[in-house]
């Protein structure tokens, strides 16, 4: 499952605070080093595939339902033909 963007969020703020704790920067407005980035960059990626994935898994679970729907319609409609065709022999 995954995860909720407030985890993220969660994430990202504990993985600047410990890079900022790393690097002696306790002040809000100090800036991290260049070799930070590379950190958050694959921590936003990794969100995105993870957002992708789940709605593509979204995307075919919904796909999935619509289809087992329709079925259930068209065999409920099957059957009502069947069960009235002795009715139609009768009065033929």
Known sequence: MARKSDEWSALLGSTLSKMALVRGTDSPDAYLPDECFDVIEKLFAVAM?????????????DTQ??????????????????????SVRLFA
Do not use: C, H
Request: proline share 3%.
């Open 65 to 86: 339902q619509a289809r087992a729907r329709a079925k259930e319609g068209t065999l409920r409609q099957m059957i009502r033909v069947i069960r009235a065709l002795p």
């Open 49 to 61: 595939e993870e957002a992708r994935a789940e709605g593509y898994a979204s995307a075919i679970r």
